[in-house]
Antibody, heavy 122, light 108 residues
Framework: EEQLVESGGGLVKPGGSLRLSCAASGFIFTDAWMIWVRQAPGKGLEWVGRIYSKGAGGTVEYATPVKGRFTISRDDSENMMYLQMNSLDTEDTGVYYC?????????????WGQGTLVSVSS | EIVMTQSPATLSVSPGERASLSCRASQSVGNNLGWYQQKPGQSPRLLIYGASIRATGIPARFSGTGSGTEFTLTISTLQSEDFAVYYCQQYNNWPPFTFGPGTKVDIK
């Protein structure tokens, strides 16, 4: 069964750091283009960033609000993706989901984790 | 950046009725549009991609139409499990991928 499981969320003070993890199973992780999406409390979905598979170049892309503060990485030997979040702000509060691009032609997100909650507050 | 809008913000429908949800893009996205369903406390679920292709396991009562800048998600006969928030997402111009603000379908 295909599965994504996020972990690492928690309460952090403004200016602090947090590292989220996404554990993948049930599919060929090395081929997957992986995504982080977040959702502020009571709000809609916001794309955070994407890391391509190494076979597709391994490039990383970021949304403007997180560029320079967040870093996405992956460990294909462990089937893991990470989101290192630095200089956190209250605006970064929300549930963070990892997800996977369905197909290079159809870049929708077809498998989602359960999400992990990040709360940035003093 | 392509801005996605959705209307209405809330749609009140009785079970068994038809629901039509609208999504509009600030510029053409071709057929590069997806729809998601999200229930309270749950992760989003992919319903439609390519504007009109149902994802695996999605019931036939869900259908997507449109191209360019105007799209519609139709639920032909609402079931109790369909009351949720629905989001559209464009993947024509990226980064960033952008979502609409959502339409909440609730019970009339």
């Amino acid at each position: 069964e295909e599965q994504l499981v996020e972990s690492g969320g928690g309460l952090v003070k403004p200016g602090g750091s947090l590292r989220l993890s996404c554990a993948a199973s049930g599919f060929i992780f090395t081929d997957a283009w992986m995504i982080w999406v977040r959702q502020a409390p009571g709000k809609g979905l916001e794309w955070v960033g994407r890391i391509y598979s190494k076979g597709a170049g391994g490039t990383v892309e970021y949304a403007t609000p997180v560029k320079g503060r967040f870093t996405i990485s992956r460990d294909d030997s462990e089937n893991m993706m990470y989101l290192q979040m630095n200089s956190l702000d209250t605006e970064d509060t929300g549930v963070y989901y990892c997800t996977i691009v369905f197909h290079p032609v159809y870049q929708v997100f077809h498998l989602w984790g359960q999400g992990t909650l990040v709360s940035v507050s003093s | 950046e392509i801005v996605m809008t959705q209307s209405p913000a809330t749609l009140s429908v009785s079970p068994g009725e038809r629901a039509s949800l609208s999504c509009r893009a600030s510029q053409s996205v071709g057929n590069n549009l997806g729809w998601y369903q999200q229930k309270p406390g749950q992760s989003p679920r992919l319903l439609i991609y390519g504007a009109s292709i149902r994802a695996t396991g999605i019931p036939a009562r869900f259908s997507g139409t449109g191209s360019g800048t105007e799209f519609t998600l139709t639920i032909s006969t609402l079931q109790s499990e369909d009351f949720a928030v629905y989001y559209c997402q464009q993947y024509n111009n990226w980064p960033p991928f952008t979502f609409g603000p959502g339409t909440k379908v609730d019970i009339k």
